[in-house]
């Protein structure tokens, strides 16, 4: 069975500093992706990155990059120079490309920046 | 294009009562989904559509939910003879790749 696991369920980190959120995933696939997405308190879900499961490099957008490490199935989000309005609920998601449809998402992390 | 649409924002219903959600997608996209999200959790996902074929539905919560999308445009989500355990937050999302969805704001439905 396929799963996404957010072991954090709420971290802080001072403005300006990087902090790494972690995500965990269990499949049998050999083709997926993996997401983050950004859900503030206006609870409008926001895409922030994605990474193949064949894609060697690691993915960047901005200040969010994704530390795929395959053989420990982990995906975890580093955003960098945090801001104060990096202050939201982040989730954790996985698409399998094989068979039917499976988009499940883990439980989030919420994240607060202090200044 | 303003981004995905929603409506109801707010529903609250009696138990027992069929409610029906509106999601108007990105006008380009060809795929929609629907998702239900309850209070500290993520969303899960109820069913998919390609244009207007729904190409997976498996994941309707019961036969009480059923959804629609007639002319591959705007989608419907009917839930019927509603129960208190339904009370959630109703999210769509469209794409026009699988990679990256845009989420509405969502409908939150309360029922009594």
């Known amino acids: 069975a396929q799963k996404i696991t957010q072991t954090q369920p709420g971290m802080f980190v001072q403005e300006k500093e990087a902090v790494t959120l972690d995500c965990t995933y269990d499949?049998?696939?050999?083709?997926?992706?993996l997401f983050w997405y950004k859900q503030p308190s206006s609870g409008e879900m926001i895409f922030l990155i994605y990474q193949g499961s064949y894609d060697e490099q690691n993915a960047t957008e901005g200040r969010y990059s994704l530390n795929f490490q395959k053989a420990r199935k982990s995906a975890n989000l580093v955003i960098s120079a945090s801001q104060l309005g990096d202050s939201a609920m982040y989730f954790c998601a996985m698409l399998s490309f094989s068979g039917t449809y499976k988009y499940i998402f883990g439980t989030g992390t919420r994240l607060k920046v202090l200044a | 294009d303003t981004g995905v649409s929603q409506d109801p924002r707010h529903k609250i219903t009696k138990r027992g009562q069929n409610v029906t959600f509106r999601c108007d997608p990105i006008?380009?996209?060809?795929?929609l989904y629907w998702y239900r999200q309850t209070l500290g959790q993520g969303p899960e996902f109820l069913t998919y559509f390609q244009n207007e074929a729904q190409l997976e539905k498996s994941r309707l919560l019961s036969d009480r939910f059923s959804a629609e999308r007639p002319k591959g445009s705007f989608s419907t989500l009917e839930i019927q003879r509603t129960e208190q355990g339904d009370s959630a937050m109703y999210l769509c999302a469209s794409s026009s790749a699988l990679y990256e969805q845009y989420f509405g704001p969502g409908t939150r439905l309360t029922v009594t």
């Open positions: 499949t049998s696939d050999q083709s997926y992706g």
């Open positions: 006008s380009e996209h060809n795929r």
